[in-house]
């Protein structure tokens, strides 16, 4: 079947492929899936998310559905609203980290997580089949604008935080919101927090003029100037839809994801044993810390909606991805930028030490990513390929093909969306991990290129 759903949604150039007649029959078929009752729609602060919300808003309402509008606000706020508003389920507007052009939907299950993928499936039945539920006039849904999730995420993030420790530290941060969806409810939590914060790229705009809204080291050079300047504590910095977030130590140095998420999952697994969720790609440096821990590391395919289930599934006690996307599930079981960066500040504060210490603590690797490209045609034979001349004890096959040696491993994975293959290594070296991944690399084009 042909598929409109990505890894995170439907993603496209608005007024372009992100038409409102897509956002209309999405809407459609959206409301025939819940069926009568009411839908949660919140969105970021792109441009178009005006015009696609009101599209998708027809849509909704002409099944017999209703909406509750949240206006924009963080992805997290709207899954925290549907979880505990009793709504039956939830569409969100945006593109995450995306640049200004693009715009996408999301679909929000009852219980606040993203939706399975054979609920979309369903979805993109009705819309492809054009099988849409058709009120009379009579019972058309109506609209109306829910405010108040704004304070009650506020309220549920401090709920499942160590305050008083932190107001007590006085921490100074500084943070940039990117011109995104966390420009609101950010600066009021890390306030409430005793912080004195600087905030960045404050301003809602669509335009992302402050810096793309990918949160890299290379687009927030200007928030590690502002650390540093200012002697912060912790710069901290969302992406688009603040559900993923990035720190910077108090010398203004990027602190890797999987730095942060290591981190993190160390401490959470002080208060409760057991498992933490994060993809097959995730740095080993996660690993070392969760069984240093005493906890038990559980990988997943790549995807956070996949992380969210499996730790659904398996009561786990954290879980994330390298990307800066980390889940509380005492919170709720989707990344969420503002509780992440509560519990960094938190961890900070019980430590007594400085993000710069806590950060050279971890055991160290070194990653290389590279690709071979590959037709989408040919691509699950070149696996099987590559597969084949590796022995199996070593070999994971959660996600793509992951080959583990001694403290090292290569990751190949087909992209999703590119006609690529990706080759992922990691090792104790950097000279290892390049040589790794170069070899294997190297395997993949001669698989790739006797297919082709
Ligand atoms: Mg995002």
Not at 207 to 222: I, Y
Not at 403 to 408: A, D, L, T, W
Not at 411 to 428: C, D, H, N, W
Request: charged share 25%.
């Amino acid at each position: 079947m042909t598929r409109l759903f990505g890894t995170n949604g439907v993603r496209g150039i608005a007024n372009s492929d992100m038409s409102i007649e897509l956002a209309t029959d999405l809407g459609r078929a959206i409301g025939t899936f819940f069926g009568k009752g009411e839908i949660a729609v919140a969105s970021d602060t792109r441009v178009s998310s005006d015009m696609l919300r009101n599209a998708v808003f027809a849509g909704v309402l002409s099944t017999g559905a209703s909406v509750g509008d949240l206006g924009v606000v963080p992805s997290p706020t709207l899954q925290f609203a549907v979880k505990h508003g009793g709504y039956n389920g939830g569409i969100i507007i945006t593109a995450s980290h995306n640049p200004p052009e693009f715009n996408g939907i999301k679909v929000i299950d009852p219980s606040g997580l993203e939706l399975a993928r054979e609920d979309e499936e369903q979805i993109e039945s009705h819309y492809f089949e054009k099988s849409f539920a058709v009120a009379d006039w009579k019972s058309l849904g109506g609209a109306r604008s829910d405010a108040q999730w704004g304070d009650r995420y506020v309220e549920g993030i401090l709920g499942n935080l160590d305050v008083e420790a932190i107001r007590e530290q006085r921490f100074k941060v500084v943070l940039d919101v990117a011109n995104g969806a966390g420009y609101e409810i950010s600066p009021i939590i890390l306030t409430k927090l005793g912080c004195e914060v600087t905030v960045l790229n404050g301003e809602p705009d669509g335009m992302f003029p402050g810096h793309p809204s990918e949160p890299t080291p290379e687009n927030l050079a200007g928030l590690s100037q502002a650390v540093k300047e200012s002697n912060a504590d912790l710069g901290i910095a969302h992406d688009g839809d603040a559900d993923r977030t990035v720190f910077f130590d108090e010398n203004g140095d990027f602190v890797q994801g999987d730095k942060s998420l290591a981190l993190t999952a160390g401490y959470m697994l002080k208060k409760r044993k057991g498992l933490v969720v994060t993809p097959v790609s995730s740095s080993s440096m996660v690993e070392d810390v969760v069984v240093e821990a005493g906890g038990e590391i559980l990988y997943s395919k790549v995807g956070a909606p996949i992380v969210a289930r499996t730790m659904l599934q398996r009561n786990a006690v954290f879980g994330g991805e390298e990307n800066g996307g980390m889940i509380f599930p005492e919170h709720q079981y989707c990344r969420d930028a503002a509780m992440s960066a509560g519990k960094v500040l938190e961890i900070l504060a019980l430590s007594g030490k400085k993000m710069s210490q806590l950060v050279m603590e971890l055991p160290v690797y070194f990653t290389t990513k590279m690709k071979v490209s590959c037709p989408d045609d040919f691509k699950s034979k070149a696996l099987e390929e590559m597969a084949a001349l590796v022995s199996e004890g070593n070999v994971d096959r959660t996600d793509g093909l992951k080959i583990y040696g001694e403290s090292e491993w290569v990751l190949i994975r087909p992209s999703g969306t590119e006609q690529i293959i990706r080759v992922y290594s990691e090792a104790k070296s950097k000279e290892r991990a390049d040589s790794l991944a170069d070899e294997n690399s190297k395997i993949l084009q001669g698989v790739v290129d006797r297919l082709s």
